[in-house]
């Protein structure tokens, strides 16, 4: 690990101010990724500014009947909150399905969205990877691919995204406030926040240098039956070859969000439309331009099959 200098918050000004004086400076909370890539020397910040103290700890109402979730809430209690087990519950649910408790316990919300991929290529700093080193290559490209997208990829990189809660939440239709090192704020929509690779799969989200999250809001409840169901390689402590997050109306329509299969969480908002035909049809507009490898072509089937099972559950 690289040598860096660390500093603790006491407000977000403060946060921001320091990010933009010191260049290559990051934020840290949970530390639960962040601190492994720096291990590996694969991040190398000079700077660290603790933002643990910043209050973002709440889970409140919103005037529109929505929630406001700080992003220093650990994934455990928001998992457990009472308003997201009855009204957001397939958040609840696949915040259960990441991880173990101890990170769980750990993680936040923030961390959780900012969580960078576990492509094995990414993690071996002998190999070539875009996302690492911009102009390297894509040692994924032509190597190991089972675990990798099989859409919304590119030349450049065919890395996943490993949040299991940010699929939830493109579900949900969340958005994420921030604050620019400027002090000034905005709101980003969570289908706008993660970027496809093109040709820059280093630049990952949205955020400009030194932006803070502060907080992610979901809007009004959606009712309706809420499913998140993970396919992985061992029951606990994996990372999702596919998942589904779905809100299922009696009727039949509704919401679907894929995890594994793409540089972001998948959601194609047409293809909702095809919900009431079934598995295959959803799952045939979902997946339209796929170009899986010939290693990870069977995840176009693993989506079909889990989401089946996705809506015979919802349905039952």
Request: net charge positive; charged share 20%; hydrophobic share 40%.
């Amino acid at each position: 690990m690289k040598a860096f200098t660390y500093e603790r918050a006491a407000s977000p000004a403060q946060a921001v101010a320091a990010a933009a004086r010191v260049p290559g400076a990051r934020f840290i909370a949970g530390g639960t990724n962040l601190l492994d890539l720096m291990k590996l020397e694969i991040e190398t910040p000079a700077h660290l500014i603790d933002v643990n103290g910043l209050g973002f700890d709440k889970i409140e109402g919103t005037p529109d009947n929505g929630l406001r979730i700080g992003a220093l809430v650990r994934n455990t209690d928001l998992a457990a909150n009472e308003r997201v087990r009855r009204d957001y519950a397939v958040l609840s649910r696949a915040l259960l399905a990441g991880a173990s408790a101890q990170l769980r316990n750990k993680a936040t919300t923030a961390g959780n969205l900012l969580q960078r991929t576990r492509c094995p290529y990414f993690y071996d700093t002998y190999q070539a990877c875009n996302k690492r080193q911009p102009g390297s290559g894509c040692a994924a490209i032509g190597g190991v691919s089972r675990q990798h997208a099989v859409i919304g990829a590119s030349d450049a990189c065919i890395a996943t995204h490993p949040s299991d809660m940010a699929v939830a939440m493109r579900a949900l239709d969340a958005s994420i406030e921030t604050m620019r090192p400027d002090g000034a704020r905005r709101t980003i929509p969570i289908a706008d926040f993660h970027k496809l690779p093109g040709t820059t799969p280093n630049v990952e989200t949205a955020l400009q240098p030194g932006e803070l999250i502060t907080a992610v809001q979901l809007p009004s409840p959606v009712g309706g039956r809420h499913v998140y169901r993970k396919v992985r390689d061992r029951a606990s402590y994996a990372f999702a070859l596919v998942s589904v997050a779905a809100i299922v109306q009696r009727d039949g329509s509704g919401r679907v969000a894929l995890g594994g299969v793409a540089h972001k969480p998948w959601r194609v908002e047409a293809a909702e439309r095809e919900l009431p035909r079934g598995a295959r049809a959803t799952t045939d507009a979902l997946l339209a331009d796929a170009r899986p490898t010939a290693q990870n072509a069977f995840k176009v089937t693993l989506v079909e099959r889990a989401l089946d099972a996705v809506l015979t559950d919802a349905r039952s």
